[in-house]
């Protein structure tokens, strides 16, 4: 096996870091906003873990580039879009092509947070 020298080892440590510092700065903040939003939902509206189907994080490419995507088990055509920069708030719902199958309309969504004016 052939020597390598410590300058090699640190050059390529560094090169490391810096090549996997956004992936794990991504996977970190879309772990970080979906956590936000879930312990907004249990603490803060009551909802029981068991009613959440999918909690995910997600980053995009417009802003802002975190946001968390919930759909709740008793309407899986439906996506709610939460940000939580600051503070957790619904910003958006999506009926997804498989609501629109199951004819979920826009006006009858169950889980839509009503916005405070001001």
């Known amino acids: 096996m052939r ?5 090699k080892i640190i050059a390529l440590s560094i090169v490391l870091i810096v090549l996997l510092a956004p992936f794990v ?7 970080v906003y979906a956590e936000r939003v879930k312990s907004y939902l249990i603490h803060e509206k009551s909802y029981k873990e068991e009613e959440l189907a999918s909690v995910k994080g997600v980053w995009g490419m417009k802003l802002p580039s975190f946001y968390t995507v919930v759909v709740f088990k008793d309407e899986p055509g439906v996506d709610y879009v939460y940000f939580s920069h600051n503070d957790v708030l619904q910003f958006d719902q999506r009926i997804t092509p498989k609501g629109v199958e199951m004819g979920t309309m826009p006006e009858k969504l169950k ?8």
């Open 3 to 7: 020597n390598i020298s410590r300058g």
């Open 25 to 31: 700065y991504v996977q970190g903040n879309k772990i």
């Open 111 to 118: 889980h839509t947070e009503k916005r405070k004016e001001g």
